[in-house]
Every structure is written in C-alpha cells, then in structure tokens.
Nanobody, 121 residues
Framework: VQLVESGGGSVRTGGSLRLSCAVS?????????IGWFRQAPGKERELVAG????????NYAASVKGRFTISTDSDGHTMYLQMNRMKTADTAVYFC??????????????WGQGTQVTVSS
C-alpha cells in the first residue's frame, strides 16, 4: 500500500488549496481511519482532519474547523483536503495518513511522503 500526496504549493492569506492523496494497492475502505496531518518547522506533527471507515464521522483540529474539509472520491482511491481562508499558521508539510487494524485490533500505520504548503501574507 502506498499513499502519494499532491497539490501543495504557495498561496496568499485568505486563499485556497486542495490537497489530494492517492492510494495504490488498496482502496480507502480497507482502512479503519484516514486523515491528514501536518508538521510545521520546530513543531510536532498534528492531526488536521480525519474520517472514519464508513465515512460518516469526521473530526478536525480546532484551528482549521470551518475552513478545511476532508473528503474522498466515490471509488475510494483518492482523499482530499480542501483548505479555504488560509492563514500563515497553516504553513507546514502536510501528510496523508491511513490506519488499518487487524483481527486482533493491532494497528498498521501508513504515511505519504508529505507535501509542502506555504501561506504568505
């Protein structure tokens, strides 16, 4: 299984970007949980947004709630993060993440390589 992000780049404050995460070797319904994390320089990696396996429950970091939206396409091969009204504090490397738990409920974690997002004023 591989996760590959795309869509990062530079944007001005108040602008928008959409990140994509393509999965190969599986579809997203294989995973118990999928989401986006980010890591800014000198800071720990943090959860930005996540969605459960059935796709009916999402969660967001307080700092992005109301501005970012996580979604997947209908065939389960691509996950998105729509980022609106962006702030300089959103500058970070964004990582696609997926988690699968086996029958013993042991987790295996998958990560993409990361994509840089830079927001300037």
């Amino acid at each position: 299984v591989q996760l590959v992000e795309s869509g990062g780049g530079s944007v001005r404050t108040g602008g928008s970007l959409r990140l994509s995460c393509a999965v190969s070797g599986s579809t997203f319904d294989y995973f118990n949980y999928i989401g986006w994390f980010r890591q800014a320089p000198g800071k720990e990696r943090e959860l930005v947004a996540g969605i459960n396996q059935s796709g009916d429950i999402t969660n967001y970091a307080a700092s992005v709630k109301g501005r970012f939206t996580i979604s997947t396409d209908s065939d389960g091969h691509t996950m998105y993060l729509q980022m609106n009204r962006m702030k300089t504090a959103d500058t970070a490397v964004y990582f696609c993440h997926a988690e699968h738990k086996d029958q013993m409920w042991r987790p295996t974690y998958y990560w993409g390589q990361g994509t840089q997002v830079t927001v300037s004023s």
